[in-house]
T-cell receptor, first 114, second 120 residues
Framework: GQNIDQPTEMTATEGAIVQINCTYQ??????LFWYQQHAGEAPTFLSY????GLEEKGRFSSFLSRSKGYSYLLLKELQMKDSASYLC???????????????FGIGTKLQVIP | DTGVSQNPRHKITKRGQNVTFRCDPI?????LYWYRQTLGQGPEFLTY????????KSRLLSDRFSAERPKGSFSTLEIQRTEQGDSAMYLC??????????????????FGAGSRLTVL
């Protein structure tokens, strides 16, 4: 099975930088996603890491260390609209043998304050 | 393509009734997922399909839940004899599943807007 841990809530100030951590334990790991979900809306894709290292995309960056089972999402120059839940999701070999399924963590609710 | 479409968007039913949700994925996507989400939680895996084949069903699901994807296109999720604990948002997502990351957008799940179920 999978075990994905991330903080449940964080608060940060507009214009600042925030790092949201995610640790996971799984077998057959084959990628980690970060999704953003505003209240009452569907999750939207932010990033996908398969190899170790940092992937940068505008104000958002995501890091992966497969040996440590660790990832983080870095948000720079925070804006009020960044207030949302951030979901860490792991793609791994489920119980179907050879196929990959995606399992989500509980999500980190980020509140950006003025 | 208008993305992933889910119907109905909202369903209110009485305990003991059956409900069915439909998901129309992005047309070229071969993988389809169903998740359930309650307030303050992340999406909980229910089941997924590769084309028309159902690959895995969550052990958390009772036999009251069944999903189909008869022609490898749209999918239905049926809940029989609904209970108040079934009240949740039911999310469908699709992806184009390939092993080669060079395909842009491959393996990324695109979600529908969800179907919200309220069981009275």
């Amino acid at each position: 099975g999978q075990n994905i841990d991330q903080p449940t809530e964080m608060t940060a100030t507009e214009g600042a930088i925030v790092q949201i951590n995610c640790t996971y334990q799984t077998s057959g790991f084959n990628g980690l996603f970060w999704y953003q979900q505003h209240a009452g809306e569907a999750p939207t894709f932010l990033s996908y890491n398969v190899l170790d290292g940092l992937e940068e995309k505008g104000r958002f960056s995501s890091f992966l260390s497969r040996s440590k089972g660790y990832s983080y999402l870095l948000l720079k120059e925070l804006q009020m609209k960044d207030s949302a839940s951030y979901l860490c999701a792991v793609r791994d070999k489920g119980n179907s043998g050879g196929y990959q399924k995606v399992t989500f963590g509980i999500g980190t609710k980020l509140q950006v304050i003025p | 393509d208008t993305g992933v479409s889910q119907n109905p968007r909202h369903k209110i039913t009485k305990r003991g009734q059956n409900v069915t949700f439909r998901c129309d994925p992005i047309s070229e996507h071969n993988r389809l997922y169903w998740y359930r989400q309650t307030l303050g939680q992340g999406p909980e895996f229910l089941t997924y399909f590769q084309n028309e084949a159902q690959l895995e069903k969550s052990r958390l699901l009772s036999d009251r839940f069944s999903a189909e994807r008869p022609k490898g296109s749209f999918s239905t999720l049926e809940i029989q004899r609904t209970e108040q604990g079934d009240s949740a948002m039911y999310l469908c997502a699709s992806s184009f599943e390939v092993g080669d990351r060079r395909f842009a957008g491959a393996n990324v799940l695109t979600f529908g807007a969800g179907s919200r179920l309220t069981v009275l």
